[in-house]
Every structure is written in C-alpha cells, then in structure tokens.
C-alpha cells in the first residue's frame, strides 16, 4: 500500500528555519514528481516546490525561492524541505505529494490536482 508521511513541522520564530522529510512507502519516491503544498485556513492551497522525476528539475514559488531548498535522498526513499529565514507568512500545514511523470516531463506546483497520493500533513507554525 503506497503511503507518504510529512515531519519535521513545529513552532519556530521568524527567521528560524525547519527541514521537513516526506517519506514514502510501497513504491520509490525516485521515480516520481514530488510536490510540496501548503494550507492556511481561509487562503488556498500553494504551491510551494516540486523536484522531478530523476531530480531532472526542481520548481519554486516566487515566495519561497532563495529561502527554501528541495531535495532528495535516495536511499532513505525521503523528499527533504528545507526552509530557511522563515516568516509568519509561511505559517500553514505543509502536504507532500506525488504523482506520475507520465504525460508531463518535469513537475508543476501550480497543478495541484494532478498529484494522487497525498501526505497527512505536518503544521509550521512562525511566530514570535
């Protein structure tokens, strides 16, 4: 049974920073896009970063890019967020993703839908 699980959210003062681990089960992370999103209630869902199938890329919102890193670790079958210099702007619970790369090359974080399997949840709090 395929299963993702998010860690590593917590409570953090701004510019504080938090690395989030998406682990995946019953298949290898490796082989697919892998986005992460995140939720504030009352605002919509963001996207936030996707790593490609085979690392062939990586993506970034506007919002996030220079303070957050994605990456992968292979052997651990694990898809890492780094965030740095956090804001309480960042404050949502953060959802791993994944989804085929099948008809698309390399991963979009602003196709929310077309990912399938879905993480629980992990909530970053920034506040002082």
């Known amino acids: 049974q395929r299963q993702l699980v998010e860690s590593g959210g917590g409570l953090v003062q701004p510019g504080g920073s938090l690395r989030l681990s998406c682990e995946a089960s019953?298949?290898?992370?490796?082989?697919?896009?892998v986005g992460w999103f995140r939720h504030y209630p009352g605002k919509e869902q963001e996207g936030v970063s996707c790593v490609s199938a085979g690392d062939r890329s990586k993506d970034y919102a506007a919002s996030v890019k220079g303070r957050f890193t994605i990456s992968r670790d292979k052997e651990k079958n694990l898809v890492y967020l780094q965030m740095n210099n956090l804001e309480p702007e960042d404050t949502a619970v953060y959802y791993c993703?994944?989804?085929?790369?099948?008809?698309?090359?390399?991963?979009?974080?602003?196709?929310?839908?077309?990912?399938?399997?879905w993480g629980q949840g992990t909530q970053v709090t920034v506040s002082s």
């Open positions: 993703a994944t989804r085929s790369p099948l008809g698309r090359y390399f991963c979009s974080i602003s196709e929310s839908r077309s990912y399938n399997y």
């Open positions: 019953g298949f290898r992370l490796e082989e697919y896009h």
